[in-house]
């Protein structure tokens, strides 16, 4: 039996997925693969799709169609809570901390979705910030002490992938800098990423893979060793 969590090994396949909220068609067939150990970056502008491509592999939007693949399983009829516990974990762009709890209670708040989660000695040394702010409640983190405390949060679950929502935004370039390394540490473990970010900058050396989401759709796909003779074309669809 293939080892679920080797190299090479798809961990994420979505096909032809659709997505609605309400009466609302969001997504309209969405294609992309990620493999274990990836981070894959999907690139867009606001209200384009990333964020409820997100949410849809989650199964958080609405009604939803198509092919989700997690670890050669389907999840499309799976509820939310199940969906979780076949190790993804997610980091909203809105943070989600618990205002009235410590950063460590924050931390220690999520069910485990998997075996090998970080432990808090581990959690500390990646998030130094984190370690001296531990004692203090939610409201009084900076932002970027919130950020790295909602990326933190998950890595205690056990979750081997990760969606991660707009981590950079409205963060200073010197937490912007520090959170692009915690990516390629969390890569180095093994574990797998796909990275909702407006930031062109912070993602392009991060990826092995950029997807473009316009109108619901993939509309361009660009591998790594393929950024500079495609740039021109990532210029005209971004605007960066």
Known sequence: MTDAYSPNVEMLRITDLHAFYGESHILHGIDLSVNRGEVVTLLGRNGAG??????????LT??????????????????????????????????????????????LLPPAVGSGGMSLDAIYAMFPN??????????????????????????????????????????????????????????EKGLTIVLVEQNFRFAAPLADRHYVVEHGRIVERVDKNELSSRMSTLHELLGV
Do not use: W
Not at 52 to 59: E, P, S
């Open 50 to 59: 990333r964020t409820t491509t997100l949410k849809a592999i989650l199964g």
């Open 62 to 107: 609405g009604r939803r169609t198509g092919s989700v693949m997690m670890n050669g399983r389907e999840t499309i009829a799976m509820p939310p809570h199940r969906i979780a516990r076949l190790g993804i974990g997610y980091c909203p762009e809105e943070r989600g901390i618990f205002a009235s709890l410590t950063a460590e209670e924050n931390l």
């Open 130 to 187: 984190l370690a001296e702010r531990r004692a203090s409640q939610g409201t009084r983190l900076s932002g970027g002490e919130q950020q790295m405390l909602a990326m933190a949060r998950i890595l205690r679950t056990g979750a081997r992938l990760l969606l991660l929502d707009e981590i950079t935004e409205g963060l200073a370039p010197v937490i912007k800098q520090a959170l692009g390394q915690v990516i390629r540490a969390l890569r």
